[in-house]
């Protein structure tokens, strides 16, 4: 089927956008992009085959999904490239924007990458080399540390686009997804755990002003590429905004579409229920309430639960905890959702490891917390 527009995704969220979140997120929408967390390069280089479906396999109907890489080797990334292709992904994407000191500093790829963009073009040029067919984007910022200019965006954008391939789709132009704020760094000198002066990654998602007019700036100065804006960004309605064009600053350019990180785990009914409708035009959403999501995922978890065995301590990979988690923030602003969350852990600190635990039997013990109105 044809894929559609990058009106909206789900940004690539380590620990957060696993198999699972992403499985729930297509429930509720079939039209919005799924990120994954972040895959390094050399994790799938290394693993042995039996276990890579851990990190690369994902439910056939959890499309359109992009694979996001992290690494700085070319060689390397075009292997992890080759290993993820029979995979499917409909799309693979180098991160260029993670701060965090192991990836930025230690790793000296993520974010640190922006300062090397022939190494990045070089890096991506490998994976389409190597992707099946797979286009390649690119997840940015819009600086690091003191090469903060708009000329040194601008430049990083001019050297990776013109290695990139093109895209899938009616819109066929390279894509840059950019988180509109700058990184500082905060290094791992040596090899112990001391850093050099710099913000945490919590604090690089916040406390960097947001230059929105920056991404708006690059898309009318490269009407060839197509440019996603992602930070500060927290609402359907305004994802809704862009999509269609609205808010664009004068002289500056039309966005392909919007990204959305942490709102999209911290909300996920208020951030996706509407979006098939409200975003991309369609007829009808596919999930009608929380109770019919939660009978869909359920039925989705238990067939899940223990695929890749159980731990020597006796927990079932995936656990009944892990596959519960992408649920923990669906009742949000709601009566009894904080009982709920707290029931559910009490459910699971006592029945985790036994084999009889499914995800049906923790909803069937705990939703009677929440109300027929809250459900439906």
């Given amino acids: 089927p044809a894929l559609p527009p990058q009106l909206l995704s789900v940004a690539p969220m380590m620990d957060y956008t696993t198999a699972h979140f992403r499985a729930m997120c297509r429930m509720l929408s079939r039209k919005t992009w799924l990120y994954t967390e972040m895959e390094v390069d050399q994790t799938l280089t290394h693993v042995d085959h039996p276990r890579l ?10 499309h359109p999904s992009v694979l996001q890489l992290g690494g700085s080797d070319p060689e390397s990334l075009g292997r992890a490239a080759a290993i993820a292709a029979p995979y499917a992904y409909d799309e693979l994407n180098l991160n260029c924007g993670c701060p965090s000191p192991k990836v930025a500093g230690k790793g000296n790829f993520g974010a640190a990458l922006m300062l090397e963009p022939e190494l990045v073009a070089d890096c991506v040029a490998a994976m389409a080399a190597n992707s099946g067919g797979a286009p390649v984007t690119v997840k940015c910022r819009i600086g690091v540390d003191d090469v903060d200019s708009y000329d040194a965006l601008c430049a990083f954008v001019e050297t990776v686009a013109a290695r990139m ?47 929105h007019e920056w991404v708006h700036a690059l898309a009318r100065d490269f009407p ?6 992602n930070g500060g960004i927290n609402t359907l309605e305004e994802a809704v905004a862009i999509a269609r064009g609205e808010g664009t600053p004068v002289g500056g350019g039309r966005l392909v579409g919007t990204m959305i990180g942490r709102r999209a785990h911290a909300d996920p009914w208020g951030l996706l229920a509407r979006a098939d409708t409200a975003v991309f035009g369609e007829a009808s959403d596919p999930c009608v309430s929380r109770r019919a999501l939660l009978e869909t995922y359920a039925a989705y978890a238990d067939a899940t639960w223990a695929r890749y065995g159980t731990t ?49 039997g923790v909803l069937e013990e705990t939703l009677r917390v929440l109300s027929d109105e809250t459900l439906d």
């Fill in 165 to 211: 391939p093109p895209r899938r789709g009616e819109d066929a132009r390279p894509l840059f997804a950019i988180h509109a704020r700058k990184a500082l760094l905060r290094r791992v000198l040596y090899t112990g755990s001391h850093t050099t002066a710099g913000l945490s990654p919590a604090e690089n998602r916040t406390v960097p002003p947001l230059r």
């Fill in 53 to 62: 479906d851990r990190y690369l396999d994902f439910p056939l109907q959890t």
């Fill in 312 to 360: 020597k301590d006796g927990y079932a990979v995936p656990s009944i905890r892990h596959l519960m988690h992408p649920l923990q923030n669906l009742f949000l602003g709601e009566p009894n959702a904080k009982r709920w969350r707290r029931e559910v852990d009490e459910v699971l600190k006592r029945d985790a490891r036994r084999a009889t635990t499914t995800v049906t």
């Fill in 224 to 229: 060839d590429v197509a440019f996603a804006i």
